[in-house]
């Protein structure tokens, strides 16, 4: 089964807009972390913001805010007044804290694409 | 504070050949982790480094791939012989410890196996 579910291939939005991209993870380990990346056509992946399992609120960076769902096992991004930088691909990616590594699981990614 | 720096950037090779990629992480990161990203696909880990120790290998194939990280620092990912599923990107991470937050990725080899 697939720890880390992203349903949108792509998403498109206007400059000034918000948008949602969504991500379902799935894990028995009552302790783990749910990050964000952005992948440029550049290739590098740029860390975006951090919820931890145990937070009370959703985290916020920025522009960027986290609707962490726990009960719905749901992470999405939400990107306030998009901005043509913000085109890229898009990960959700998981830690499990009680696993030996501490290496991100990640969904397959949602193309944001921006337009003016 | 300098990033995470990968060479080379491309590589283009036939199969059965080898090929080795170099990463040196941010200075006093404890933890280097290699992931490959196949085109259209999230990135998936590979190898964890803690040091100079392994902490996880159990998605690395082992009959054709290997990595070494020797003096804690920089580290080497290896491919003998390469085959055609090969292509893809490899990305060297790193972090300060263990269970620490935020990964700095590298920009990323490009592997094309033809």
């Known amino acids: 089964a697939q720890k880390i579910t992203q349903t949108q291939p792509g998403m498109f939005v206007q400059e000034k807009e918000a948008v949602t991209l969504d991500c379902t993870y799935d894990t028995s380990d009552p302790s783990y972390g749910l990050f964000w990346y952005k992948q440029p056509s550049s290739g590098e992946m740029i860390f975006l913001i951090y919820q931890g399992s145990y937070d009370q609120q959703n985290a916020t960076e920025g522009r960027y805010s986290l609707n962490f769902q726990k009960a719905r096992k749901s992470a999405n991004l939400v990107i306030s007044a998009s901005q043509l930088g913000d085109s890229a691909m898009y990960f959700c990616a998981m830690r499990e804290n009680n696993q030996a590594g501490t290496a991100l699981i990640f969904g397959k990614g949602t193309t944001l694409s921006v337009s003016s | 504070e300098a990033g995470v720096a990968q060479s080379p950037r491309y590589k283009i090779i036939e199969k059965r050949q080898s090929v080795a990629f170099w990463c040196n992480p941010i200075s006093g990161h404890a933890t280097l982790y290699w992931y490959q990203q196949i085109l259209g696909q999230g990135p998936k880990l590979l190898i964890q480094f803690q040091n100079n120790g392994v902490v996880d290998d159990s998605q690395l194939p082992k009959d054709r791939f290997s990595a070494e990280r020797l003096k804690g620092v920089d580290s080497t990912l290896k491919i003998q012989p390469a085959k055609l599923e090969d292509s893809a990107v490899y990305l060297c991470?790193?972090?300060?410890?263990?269970?620490?937050?935020?990964?700095?990725f590298g920009p990323g080899t490009r592997l094309t196996v033809l």
């Open positions: 991470a790193s972090s300060l410890a263990q269970g620490y937050n935020e990964q700095f």
